[in-house]
């Protein structure tokens, strides 16, 4: 399965503690994205990496948050810290080089739970 | 400000019925790209199509159709036909070239299709 990919799918927490979760994006998208969603709600932009740096962050994208994509490959996402407030599903996205904005594949998500 | 307004939260009807799911957006950009995705109930947003603002020409794939309206900036997605595996969450999506390459989503219309 060429599509992306993302790690861990599930992931339960203890309020405070610092998650990281992994994305790898399909190999010849050199874009990808990070967005949040809640339940009943539509995915919410957080930050996007062309290669290796990071041209867009949201505001919501808190200073618990941090976002490396260290070789323009795989990314990782970490929340340092976590409230409740932090449970989501958190989604990752690739797409294909290019001026035009091209659509975006997303991965099967990483649910957050924090207790 | 970019937005986009899925004013049907839940739609419900039988197998074999025509349904349309609307979309207005707002943007003040004069070059930006509306999507459609589909999200199962198996959580994975699955895309259906980009369009670009300069090509209004409706587009048919199979069951599924676009009418792409700029005077009324609305981008509806009509169903011919439905089948119970069309019964999903779908999202309408904006994304402006002068505001980067993120995805707006709207909050979503939960689709049910009984047979």
């Known amino acids: 399965d060429t599509g992306v990919s993302q790690d861990p799918r599930h992931k339960i927490t203890k309020r405070g503690q610092n998650v990281t979760f992994r994305c790898d994006p399909i190999?010849?998208?050199?874009?990808l994205y990070w967005y949040r969603q809640t339940l009943g709600q539509g995915p919410e932009f957080l930050t996007y990496?062309?290669?290796?740096?990071?041209?867009?962050k949201s505001r919501l994208l808190s200073d618990r948050f941090s976002a490396e994509r260290p070789k323009g490959s795989f990314s990782t996402l970490e929340i340092q810290r976590t409230e409740q407030g932090d449970s989501a599903m958190y989604l990752c996205?690739?797409?294909?080089?290019?001026?035009?904005?091209?659509?975006?594949?997303f991965g099967p998500g990483t649910r957050l739970t924090v207790l | 400000a970019q937005k986009v307004t899925q004013a049907q939260t839940e739609i419900s009807v039988v197998e074999k019925e025509d349904v349309t799911l609307d979309c207005v957006y707002e943007?003040?950009?004069?070059?930006?790209?509306l999507f459609w995705y589909k999200q199962p109930p198996s959580g994975e947003l699955v895309f259906l199509i980009r369009?670009?603002?300069?090509?209004?020409q409706n587009e048919i794939s199979g069951r599924y159709s676009w009418n792409f309206q700029k005077s009324t900036s609305s981008f509806n997605f009509t169903i011919t036909a439905s089948q119970v595996v069309d019964s999903a969450v779908y999202f309408c999506?904006?994304?402006?070239?002068?505001?980067?390459?993120?995805?707006?989503f709207g909050k979503g219309t939960t689709l049910s299709v009984s047979s």
């Open positions: 943007t003040r950009d004069t070059t930006y790209y």
């Open positions: 369009r670009n603002s300069f090509d209004e």
């Open positions: 190999s010849e998208h050199n874009r």
């Open positions: 999506a904006l994304s402006e070239i002068q505001a980067g390459t993120a995805l707006i």
């Open positions: 996205a690739s797409s294909l080089p290019g001026l035009a904005i091209n659509e975006q594949f």
């Open positions: 990496f062309q290669n290796e740096a990071q041209l867009e």
